[in-house]
């Protein structure tokens, strides 16, 4: 099928990526906690005549992130989804973050991550699972 019209036709219509975008309460915060993750800075956004970004695109390796600051506060009590964060020493990394400040849930091991998984909640609610490659 590859050079056929409808191989091309899939492959322009082939989705390549996933990058979630968030409502937090403080670009520049949401930007500090994730840096302590390992995210940058890709792109930021100011809305004319605010001195701070109104939205940020992070990235980690291959994993991105958007934040956006909403005009409404964030009830971290009805955030419906979980972002998994996949790390090839998962202690390691907890033994990090715990170091920079940022408070990580024991590791346990369910049966779908044998070498251990962990919780973090970003300073909107947001439940980041950190877990193994």
Known sequence: MEGTREGVVAERTTLHSLVPLVQ??????????????????????????DSEPVWAWL?????????????ESVDSGRQAVLFYLYTPDVDAFRTELIAKGVQAGVIECPFWAP?????????DGYVLMVTHT
Request: proline share 6%; charged share 25%.
């Open 24 to 49: 937090v309460h403080s670009v520049p915060r949401s930007i500090e906690f994730y840096a302590k993750l390992g995210f940058r800075v890709s792109s930021t956004q100011p809305r004319e005549g």
């Open 59 to 71: 990235q980690a390796g291959g994993a991105h992130l958007m934040v956006s600051r909403t005009g």
């Open 115 to 123: 070498r251990g998984e962990f919780r973090v909640e970003d300073p």
